[in-house]
């Protein structure tokens, strides 16, 4: 089966910085997504990595390390709006997505 | 263009009733994805699929489920005798064929109440 941890919760100040952390063990690899997840609404793709280092777009930047099966999404000057449920998903074939149980982040003023 | 678009938004229905959600994707999205999302978790493969059809069904609970998808685009989830447990929010989701980082965009949900 899949296993996809990642934190329950984090609380952060409005204008820090937070990383959220996910560590997986599936039987395949094919590419690493994390969504943002507002409260009753879709899953939005934030970022994609499938290669080992750093993508960074933005204030948001996501790191992957497949050898020690983990990533982490890194939110910059944190604002109220990115008050989320932020979900890490893997792809271990060809389409299929496997996601963890979400971390949900409270940004505080 | 139009993101993919889920109707009812909300369904509640009686146990042992059947009930049919509808899901639109992005338009030229071959694939189509549904995932069940149970409070506190994160969405639950159901199934994939390619055109119209049906290229992983291997997440479906049981056979009181069947989705279709016969003209390549619209897809309905079927769910027969449904149970309380049956109770979550149903996402749609669509993304572009062949390799490569193919992110699948979400639709908003049908939130299905069995009572």
């Known amino acids: 089966g899949q296993n996809i941890d990642q934190p329950t919760e984090m609380t952060a100040t409005e204008g820090a910085i937070v990383q959220i952390n996910c560590t997986y063990q599936?039987?395949?690899?094919?590419?690493l997504f994390w969504y943002q997840q507002h409260a009753g609404e879709a899953p939005t793709f934030l970022s994609y990595?499938?290669?080992?280092g750093l993508e960074e777009k933005g204030r948001f930047s996501s790191f992957l390390s497949r050898s020690k099966g983990y990533s982490y999404l890194l939110l910059k000057e944190l604002q109220m709006k990115d008050s989320a449920s932020y979900l890490c998903?893997?792809?271990?074939?060809?389409?299929?997505?496997?996601f963890g149980a979400g971390t949900t982040v409270t940004v505080r003023a | 263009g139009a993101g993919v678009s889920q109707t009812p938004s909300n369904k509640v229905t009686e146990k042992g009733k059947y009930v049919e959600l509808r899901c639109d994707p992005i338009?030229?999205?071959?694939?189509l994805y549904w995932y069940r999302q149970s409070l506190g978790q994160g969405p639950e493969f159901l199934i994939y699929?390619?055109?119209?059809?049906?290229?992983?069904d291997s997440g479906l609970p049981n056979d009181r489920f069947f989705a279709v998808r016969p003209e390549g685009s619209v897809s309905t989830l079927k769910i027969q005798r449904t149970e309380r447990g049956d109770s979550a929010v149903y996402l749609c989701?669509?993304?572009?064929?062949?390799?490569?980082?193919?992110?699948?965009?979400f639709g908003p949900g049908t939130r299905l109440t069995v009572l």
């Open positions: 699929f390619q055109g119209t059809g049906a290229a992983d």
């Open positions: 989701a669509s993304s572009l064929g062949g390799s490569g980082r193919k992110e699948q965009m």
């Open positions: 338009s030229g999205h071959t694939a």
């Open positions: 998903a893997v792809r271990d074939g060809d389409y299929k997505l496997s």
């Open positions: 990595n499938v290669l080992d």
């Open positions: 599936t039987s395949g690899f094919n590419g």
